[in-house]
C-alpha cells in the first residue's frame, strides 16, 4: 500500500521472552533481514503484525536464542479501527503462546517434537477469535523448515514491553516547518543531534540568500554528519581516521534518541529545494574549530567521512552514502519519509495525542 500522508508502525520487544530458532538439521538459525519473520498475523486479507526474531542473545543455562518482536505493518495515525486490531492482534498472540511461567530447562535439549510447544515455522497456523469476533489468523513462511521455541526465562504477571514507533511522514506534509513544529520544536532528551545550523549558511559576499526550507535541510544534513562523527570517535576514541563499520546494533541506535531513516537525498526532492547551494556550504564546513590532538583527530575523521559520503553522493549512490552515517536507512519508502523513535513519546503534535492508541499493553 502507498502512503501518501502521516502513518505509523509499532515495534514491540517482549521482555523475558526468548525465542530459540535452529535449522532443520537442528544446527543454530543465522539471521539476515530476510529471514527474522518467523510468521505473521492477518484479519482476512490484510497483514497486521509480524512474529520477528530480532536481537540474537546469550541467557546462561539456556545458550543462545533471539529477543522476541512484534511488528505491526504501517497503519495512518487515525485510523482508530486498524490499530484496535493490530493491538488485539498482539494481544491474542502473546495470550495464546508466550509462556507465563519461568522455564528451567534448555530448550536446546528439549525434543523438538513436543505438541503444543515446538514449531515448525512453515507449518505454523492457527486461528484465534478476537472480542469482535473477528478471527485472527497466525501463520508461518511457506517453505520454512526452521524450528521454534518460545521460552520465559523470567516471571512476571505482566508482559512488559520495549517499544519503539516509526512515524512515516507523506511528501504532502513533509515541509520544515511540519517537521520543526512535530519533531524538534518540543525535543527534550530524545533528539540529541539535531541542531540549528543555520547560521553557517551566512554567504559574505551575499550569493545566498537561504530559504527557511533551505537552513532547514542544512541543519538537517550537518546535525546528521555531525552526530554521526561524535557516535563514531565515542566508539573509537583511539581512532585517527575514519574507517566504516557497523552501526547496526541497538547500543548506537538509541544514541540517536529518533534516528532519521529515509536517505538525505528523498528529502532534498521532497522539499524541493535547490540542493547544489545548500551541498556546497555542506561540503565545505568544517566540525569544530579546536586545535587539540582530539579536536584535531575529529576534524580529520569528519573530513574522511564527509568526502566519502560526498563522492558517492555524487556518484548516485546516495543510499549507500548514507548508510555510512548510521544504521536502518531505508530507500524504498514510496512518498514518505521515516523516523524511528527509540523511546515512544506520549504525544507529538500534529501526529497524535495519547501513544497509548498503537501501542500494546500487557
Not at 32 to 40: F, G, R, T, W
Not at 103 to 111: F, L, R, S
Not at 232 to 258: C, I, L, S
Not at 310 to 333: C, E, K, M, P
Request: charged share 30%; with cysteine.
Amino acid at each position: 500500500m502507498a502512503y501518501e500522508s502521516i502513518t505509523i508502525g509499532t515495534e514491540q520487544e517482549i521482555k523475558e521472552v526468548y525465542l530459540f530458532l535452529v535449522n532443520e538439521d537442528g544446527s543454530p538459525a543465522e539471521l539476515d533481514q530476510d529471514s527474522k519473520a518467523i510468521a505473521s498475523i492477518w484479519e482476512g486479507e490484510e497483514k497486521l503484525a509480524d512474529v520477528t526474531a530480532d536481537t540474537r542473545i546469550t541467557i546462561p543455562g539456556f545458550g543462545t536464542c533471539f529477543q522476541l518482536e512484534l511488528a505491526t505493518t504501517p497503519a495512518g495515525n487515525h485510523e482508530a479501527d486498524r490499530w484496535r486490531k493490530r493491538k488485539e492482534a498482539i494481544k491474542l498472540f502473546v495470550r495464546e503462546f508466550v509462556p507465563m511461567q519461568k522455564q528451567t530447562k534448555n530448550p536446546a535439549d528439549a525434543d523438538l517434537t513436543v505438541a503444543g510447544k515446538h514449531y515448525i515455522a512453515g507449518e505454523f497456523s492457527t486461528e484465534v477469535q478476537g472480542e469482535r469476533l473477528e478471527t485472527y489468523k497466525i501463520k508461518g513462511k511457506p517453505g520454512d523448515r526452521r524450528k521454534f521455541y518460545f521460552f520465559r526465562n523470567e516471571y512476571h504477571s505482566v508482559i512488559r514491553c520495549a517499544n519503539q514507533m516509526t512515524i512515516g511522514i507523506g511528501r504532502d506534509d513533509l515541509t520544515g516547518e511540519f517537521l520543526q513544529k512535530a519533531l524538534w520544536d518540543r525535543r527534550k532528551w530524545d533528539m540529541p543531534w539535531m541542531k540549528d545550523l543555520s547560521e553557517e549558511l551566512a554567504d559574505p559576499l551575499g550569493a545566498v540568500n537561504p530559504t527557511a526550507e533551505q537552513k532547514f535541510m542544512y541543519s538537517y544534513v550537518g546535525s546528521i554528519f555531525d552526530w554521526s562523527v561524535k557516535l563514531y570517535v565515542r566508539q573509537h576514541p583511539n581512532h585517527t581516521h575514519f574507517t566504516d563499520f557497523d552501526r547496526n546494533h541497538a547500543e548506537e541506535k538509541n544514541m540517536w534518541g529518533v534516528l532519521p531513516r529515509s536517505p538525505v537525498y528523498k528529502l532534498v526532492d521532497y522539499l524541493k529545494i535547490n540542493e547544489k547551494s545548500v551541498f556546497n556550504f555542506l561540503k565545505s564546513r568544517k566540525f569544530n574549530d579546536g586545535n587539540s590532538p582530539e579536536k584535531m583527530a575529529e576534524n580529520q575523521i569528519y573530513s574522511e567521512l564527509s568526502e566519502e559520503f560526498w563522492n558517492l553522493y555524487d556518484s548516485g549512490d546516495g543510499f549507500t552514502a548514507d548508510s555510512l552515517l548510521r544504521a536502518g536507512v531505508i530507500s524504498n519508502t514510496g512518498n514518505q519519509y521515516l523516523f524511528e523513535f527509540r523511546t515512544v513519546r506520549t504525544k507529538i503534535e500534529n501526529i497524535y495525542e495519547d501513544s497509548s492508541q498503537y501501542i500494546y499493553r500487557g
